[in-house]
């Protein structure tokens, strides 16, 4: 009886589709009719061009928001989850592109049998060792592009990954930033109320001493005193407002919101001259800037791509096949030489009938390719749309900044007028507190349309991805070689 020892090879070529993979081109952009005010927004030299925002959030010389920011790139759980979606792409990458790689396996294993004199034909039982050594090869050749097909889809799938990073990113810093402005011009805010507030304390101070004095009535005392009330009461409400977008910011940059209530404490915003007005430059290639539209391309291709690879599984699958090995009852040389044997084969496999599965799935990716493309001019067309609200919203803040700004300056000019009549007794206590009411308004209404203005083109350094597109795509895994 001889103990079996193989070593055997196998060189399999299975054949995909060359003539049948679908080309993959860069889809044209749409070109929507896009309005005046989104072609000719702004000057060709003036502000900063779309090609060169940078860490465009620099420029409001705050070092908090600044520092949230760059915490906010590394710690936030959406941009770290974008990063992993990366690595998932990059491991599907290179699954896909092992399948083109010769495959090797080996199969080891030792045990000892009791072979039946009946079966052995001996007259007597055998009682031996046995072993068994396998090599096996496998490699397909991808004559026709069946594999590479598939590494394009993998190709543009990580593309798409790197591209929604970057899409992730710019919401990321816009939020933070806008988290931020909206703490600064509630806290001005919060300032206004409080010194309203205390000037009309002193007029109900000064009220209630001119009551004692019998020269006013008890009905202006209480309308004096009422006014500085309510006046007061708004303070909380702007609290809960600013503790609210504070708690938001927290979970954003992954801190304690008391860190980041301190931190807001402790240091003031510089001069904000720096913050330039963002030129739009040429649609074109803003829209060929923004990582939504990247990601919708990349994915486009790979829907594409993906067609090629279920065309290319209607076609023959060619395979050669190969075998070397030895049985022996001894792991000697005399014993291996006299037992070597091989084979080589060629066939061809192709389907005949399936049921009609795999032109099943051919339709399924050509309809999946159709959706691609139609998502992709939806992302453009929505881009556009984006760009055009926030230059429309600048517009009209910017009028609405020009208007409260002059309001302001004649509400205060008047309130102090009427506080020196009231003071002469040539006005009654009712046209001074209005001159306070409306000055509160407008000056509250000021901040809150500078902030406006601010949040304004933080909206379209968003809208123009701006800043982040162009820095290195992380790794939470090792990085390609």
Wanted: proline share 4%; net charge neutral; hydrophobic share 45%.
């Amino acid at each position: 009886m001889r103990i079996p020892f193989a070593c055997c090879g196998a060189l399999t070529l299975a054949v995909g589709c060359a003539g049948c993979a679908t080309k993959i081109e860069r889809p044209p952009t749409p070109s929507p009719k896009m309005s005046d005010s989104y072609l000719n927004s702004a000057e060709p030299t003036r502000g900063v061009s779309a090609g060169a925002i940078g860490a465009w959030w620099r420029g409001l010389n705050d070092p908090v928001i600044d520092n949230l920011v760059d915490r906010a790139l590394q710690r936030n759980t959406n941009v770290r989850a974008a990063v992993a979606r990366i690595d998932q792409a990059r491991a599907l990458r290179r699954g896909t592109a092992s399948e083109g790689l010769p495959q090797i396996n080996v199969d080891l294993s030792a045990g000892r049998e009791r072979i039946s004199a009946y079966q052995a034909g001996f007259i007597e039982p055998v009682t031996q060792n046995a072993f068994n050594a396998d090599l096996s090869v496998s490699w397909e050749l991808d004559v026709f592009g069946r594999i590479r097909s598939g590494i394009r889809a993998a190709e543009a799938e990580i593309d798409a990954a790197q591209s929604d990073l970057r899409a992730v990113r710019v919401v990321v810093v816009a939020t933070v930033v806008g988290s931020g402005l909206l703490v600064r011009g509630l806290d001005q805010r919060i300032e206004i109320v409080t010194h309203s507030q205390f000037a009309q304390n002193q007029i109900a101070v000064d009220t209630r001493r001119m009551f004692e004095a019998g020269t006013v009535g008890r009905g202006d005392l209480d309308r004096a005193e009422s006014q500085a009330a309510s006046t007061g009461a708004e303070i909380p409400a702007l609290q809960l407002k600013r503790q609210i977008v504070l708690n938001h910011l927290a979970s954003i940059v992954a801190l304690p919101t008391r860190e980041v209530y301190e931190r807001f404490l402790v240091t003031e915003p510089a001069s904000k001259s720096d913050f330039r007005e963002v030129s739009v430059g040429v649609p074109a290639e803003l829209l060929r800037r923004r990582p939504d539209i990247q990601a919708a391309e990349a994915r486009l291709l790979a829907a594409n791509a993906r067609l090629g690879v279920a065309k290319a599984e209607l076609k023959p699958h060619f395979v050669l096949t190969g075998l070397i090995g030895s049985l022996a009852s001894a792991f000697t040389g005399e014993g291996l030489a006299r037992t070597v044997e091989w084979i080589a084969a060629a066939g061809a496999q192709t389907p005949l009938i399936d049921g009609g599965r795999r032109r099943s799935v051919v339709a399924l990716r050509s309809a999946r390719t159709e959706e691609a493309l139609v998502q992709y001019q939806a992302t453009v067309l929505r881009a556009v749309e984006d760009v055009e609200n926030v230059l429309s919203a600048r517009g009209r803040d910017n009028e609405r900044l020009t208007r409260l700004t002059l309001a302001a300056a004649r509400a205060r000019s008047a309130t102090e007028q009427v506080r020196n009549a009231w003071r002469a007794g040539e006005l009654p206590i009712l046209d001074l507190l209005e001159a306070e009411r409306a000055q509160l308004a407008t000056d509250d209404a000021l901040e809150q349309v500078r902030t406006a203005v601010l949040l304004d083109q933080v909206l379209l350094y968003s809208v123009l991805a701006g800043g982040t597109d162009e820095e290195d795509v992380p790794s939470l895994d090792s990085p390609e070689t």
